[in-house]
Nanobody
């Protein structure tokens, strides 16, 4: 069983930045495709960004392009995956989840991912 641990959420003013981290507890993350999703109150969960297990390919939701960057640190023993968020807007307020699947294809569909973290709250004030 893979346990995903997210960190880095918090309260930030509009226009600010946050960096979220996602790591697999007790194991390396190097062969897992990872996606970041978010869910705001009363809304469906949506994909924010995803990265292939090689780290070569990434994809973003249209509204996040140019503001968010997903990456993975291959030099890190745990191969942590990051979501750098800049230019944050109040509408970015949500619980952010990371999800992973071993050797799976990068996907924006939540159904592609087997493992999910508990989520981290991001709140952007106006």
């Amino acid at each position: 069983q893979v346990q995903l641990v997210e960190s880095g959420g918090g309260l930030v003013q509009a226009g600010g930045s946050l960096r979220l981290s996602c790591a697999a507890s007790g194991r390396t993350f190097s062969n897992y495709a990872v996606g970041w999703f978010r869910q705001a109150p009363g809304k469906e969960r949506e994909c924010v960004a995803a990265i292939s297990w090689t780290g070569v390919s990434t994809t973003y939701a249209d509204s996040m392009k140019g503001r968010f960057t997903i990456s993975r640190d291959s030099a890190d023993a745990k191969n942590t995956v990051y979501l750098q968020m800049t230019g944050l807007k109040p509408e970015d307020t949500a619980v952010y989840y990371c999800a992973a699947t071993q050797y799976g294809a990068m996907s924006t569909s939540s159904r592609a991912y087997r493992y999910w973290g508990q989520g981290t709250q991001v709140t952007v004030s106006s």
